[in-house]
Structures are given as structure tokens and as C-alpha cells.
């Protein structure tokens, strides 16, 4: 989500693709809408009221590597959240081109609602003061599918926009990054240390439909389909202290962005099929990045049943500049309008401006009985996403969540979670705010304003066996 480009012969360059002429074509066009996964951004939290800086599960591997310090013993742990998402976005700008009979083709509200589980396995063992563990996660991604325009259903005319309003930004689509992490955390006296290493697999599978000229006139209208992967790495670290020893738990991370300081290039292919029906297939890289994030909290047992959590973090998503596709091993360099400077190899690009992001949480545990924990909390985090860069396909809003839960222990060796958490997004209304038409090729796009809406929910459960 990061540098910049310049431009050849693929569906920014317009030299290559005529005008449609024929609803036959475009309606071939249609058939790439199966070949394509979904995308979305992941509102999940592993470990649900227990994934924070101060924890010592085996979520600590992602959330403060010191975490495992303060734990005993060794641990196996399963999670999943079961999300549903459900997004609605209403554009009310008119077209730059009215044609007859497309009344409704590109303004009118588009919608989804999708499940998504995002499994978290990972184990950890102390050893006198030494502790280790490793993880496999997905804590960036998610997968989405836009419902479908019925009013042009069948149409023999304009067959493009029944994949919805919303369609010159997202059909369908998957971006993930998934980790495999190993942690190691050692004890000195109140103080614990911990550092991580992680293998990040990126992959982005998205459909959309696409105008040669950056706009959204119909008689132009094709489809790019962008699949493309990648194997990166990234560092952690992470102290925690006691300054009251099982009172008073202090928490401070710190997780690199992919790469360290730099960003992802994943590499694979951009399939284009024209207006005309003429297909064009490159080798191409996609230049991304995700942020660092640091994160702090504090616990306090006020008494020997009852907890009280207050904890947040903060994320450089400010490094994201641009979403940039560009020639296999070429680089992304822009101009301020979006145009590419001299020596760039942009084919695509997605002007993105995102702002750094803080959230913050403050949640309590209180134990009835030894053998149960019941968990709340609350929290808020502030979007990444400014109002002149929102679309369809990475809509970004400021959110309240709220949680509520329990904690089982039928034996020793066993724990049981489930907690579910309602994510209370506030609608965004951005009309007349898009700069995606204003930039140059290859960054010029659609125009994105209008009425956002988000809901989101998740059903954590998890397992603990300790041994």
C-alpha cells in the first residue's frame, strides 16, 4: 500500500482499448466474476478480552512476546472468531456519461454481508525463567462479496453494472497476511523480556471492473483481476513489569511492519479483458505495506476476583501512501497528481493517504467462583481512512465495541472461552470529497464519495490445554 508509478500498455494505457461495441463482449466479461475470491479488513481479536499486551496465553506471541514469560508450564491453544460483516455504500453522483437506458448503472446503494473465520493455533513452555512458543495467525485480511444490481440483471444492453454501484472499486476479492511466528521471552525478577520473529505469507485476489480512462463510462467498461502473493518477515518485542508481583501487570510492546522498515512486494499477475474483448495478461508486482504497531496496558487485580484491564495501541498506517501495481521488478514513483515521474513502471495505482490509528480498551474479569471468569469490556479506535481516499473495497470508519463473555475451567489442564463483540462503526458521509477523480492515470479512478455504513460482529471461542 505504499510507493508509486508509471504507466504502459495495460488497461490504464488507452491507446490499447477501444470503446465497447457490442453487449455480447461486455457480457463476457462477466464470466471472470467466479475467478475471483473475496477481500475485507479483519475486526477480530485473538484471545477476545485476553488478547492484550499484559496477557501470558500463547496469544502474547503476537500481542507482547514477554507475555510468556508469566506463564506456566506448557500451553496449547486454538481460537477462532466467527465474524459477519455487513457494509452498505449509496453513490449519488451523476455520471460523468449519461447513455440511455443505463438510469442507475453507476449511482444507488450496494451492499454485502459475509462470514469469515480467522483461526489463531499456537503453544508456548516455560523452563525455569525461559519461555518459548510459536503461532500461526491471520491478523490482517479478510474476504468479502458485493450482492449483485438486479435492475440489470440479464441486461442485454449493459450487462457490467449488475456486479452493483460499488463494482469500479470491488467485485470480489481476498487480501491476507498470515503469520507463522516464533517467540521467545525470558524473567528477571519483576522485569520480562520477549522478542519474536515472524514469516508473513501476503496474498491479494481482487476483481474489479475497470474504464481504460480512469472513469466509469459503460462503453468502456472491462474487468482486471489482480492475483498476486508474497514471503516476507518481521520482528517483535516486548517487556512487561510487576511492579506489585501478581497485583499489578505492566505491558509494552512493539511489532515491526513487514520487512522492518520497509514493504511488501508480491508478485504474480494482472488479467485484464477489454471492452472489445481483446485480454491482456502481465507479470506484475504489488507494492504494499502494513504498519508498526506499538501497544501498552496495565492490569490490576484489585481483589483476588476481580481485574480490572486498561490497554490500546497505536499503528503507522500513515506509511501507506499508494496501492501500486507496476511491471514485475520495476519500481513506483508518482507525481503529486498521480501521474507517474520518469523511470516509474506503474500500471495501476489506488491513492490511498491513510493516518496513523489509535484504539484504546478498558475491560474487567470477575470470578464467581475459582472455575469461572466472566470478561467485559469496552473500546474505541479511530479509522485509518481519510474522506477524500475512501472507497468501496477498504471502507474505514471510527468504531465502539463493546464485549461480553466467559471463561471456563473444568480441570486444571483445561480452559474454555467464548466471548462475542459487537462493533458499533459511525456511518461516514463522503459526497463530493473523492480525489480518485481528480489524480492522472494510472491513479485516476471513479469518483468514490457518498454514504457509508458498517456492523460488524464476532464470536471469539477458545481452548487451552496446559500441561
Not at 293 to 302: A, H
Request: net charge neutral; hydrophobic share 35%; proline share 6%.
Amino acid at each position: 500500500m505504499h510507493q508509486r508509478t508509471r504507466c504502459r500498455r495495460t488497461m490504464d494505457s488507452t491507446s490499447v482499448m477501444p470503446r465497447a461495441s457490442a453487449a455480447a463482449v461486455l457480457a463476457s466479461l462477466l464470466a471472470l466474476s467466479g475467478m475471483a475470491k473475496a477481500s475485507g479488513i479483519s475486526v477480530a481479536q485473538f484471545g477476545a478480552e485476553h488478547g492484550n499486551p499484559m496477557t501470558t496465553e500463547p496469544t502474547a506471541i503476537f500481542y507482547n512476546p514477554a507475555g510468556l514469560a508469566g506463564s506456566h508450564g506448557g500451553q496449547v491453544m486454538g481460537d477462532m472468531t466467527l465474524l459477519w460483516r455487513h457494509v452498505t455504500y449509496e453513490h449519488t453522483t451523476p455520471d460523468a456519461v449519461t447513455l440511455p437506458g443505463s438510469e442507475g448503472a453507476n449511482t444507488g446503494k450496494a451492499s454485502l454481508l459475509n462470514l469469515l473465520a480467522l483461526p489463531f493455533v499456537g503453544a508456548s513452555y516455560r523452563i525455569h525463567n525461559f519461555a518459548f512458543g510459536a503461532a500461526i495467525y491471520i491478523p490482517y485480511g479478510g474476504q468479502s462479496g458485493w450482492e449483485k444490481n438486479d435492475a440489470f440483471r440479464n441486461n442485454p444492453q449493459f450487462p457490467g453494472p449488475y456486479d452493483g454501484v460499488q463494482r469500479w472499486y470491488s467485485i470480489s476479492g481476498e487480501i491476507r497476511s498470515a503469520y507463522g511466528s516464533l517467540a521467545g521471552a525470558y524473567e528477571l525478577g519483576p522485569f520480562a523480556v520477549g522478542l519474536s520473529a515472524s514469516l508473513i505469507q501476503t496474498k491479494v485476489n481482487t476483481l474489479r471492473a475497470r474504464d481504460p480512462t480512469g472513469g466509469d463510462d459503460l462503453r468502456n467498461e472491462g474487468r482486471s483481476w489482480l492475483d498476486v502473493s508474497s514471503w516476507d518477515f518481521g520482528l517483535g518485542a516486548g517487556i512487561t513489569y510487576e511492579p506489585v508481583p501478581r497485583v499489578v501487570r505492566i505491558g509494552l510492546s512493539y511489532q515491526s511492519r513487514p520487512n522492518v522498515a520497509g514493504s511488501i512486494r508480491a508478485g504474480g499477475h494482472l488479467r485484464t479483458i477489454f471492452a472489445n474483448g481483446k485480454q491482456d495478461s502481465n507479470e506484475v508486482d504489488f507494492l504494499t505495506t502494513l504498519p508498526d504497531v506499538i501497544r501498552l496496558g496495565v492490569s490490576y487485580r484489585m481483589r483476588d476476583n476481580f481485574e480490572l484491564r486498561l490497554f490500546g495501541d497505536f499503528q503507522t498506517w500513515a506509511n501507506l501512501k499508494d496501492h501500486c501495481v507496476v511491471r514485475k521488478g520495476t519500481d513506483c514513483t508518482l507525481n503529486p497528481d498521480g501521474s507517474p515521474a520518469p523511470g516509474s513502471g506503474a500500471v495501476l495505482n489506488q491513492r490511498r493517504d491513510w493516518q496513523d490509528t489509535f484504539a484504546v480498551r478498558a475491560g474487567a474479569s470477575f470470578w464467581p467462583v475459582p472455575s469461572m471468569e466472566l470478561v467485559a469490556g469496552v473500546g474505541y479506535s479511530s479509522s485509518a481512512v481519510p474522506a477524500s481516499t475512501q472507497e468501496p473495497a477498504l471502507p474505514d470508519f471510527n468504531a465502539l465495541q463493546a464485549a461480553l463473555g466467559g471463561i471456563l475451567r473444568p480441570m486444571d489442564s483445561l480452559q474454555l472461552a467464548a466471548t462475542y463483540t459487537q462493533y458499533i462503526w459511525f456511518s461516514r458521509d463522503t459526497t463530493g470529497e473523492s480525489i480518485h477523480p481528480t489524480l492522472a492515470p494510472p491513479s485516476k479512478s471513479p469518483d468514490s464519495g457518498g454514504k457509508y455504513s458498517q456492523q460488524v460482529g464476532a464470536l471469539n471461542l477458545n481452548a487451552i490445554l496446559s500441561f
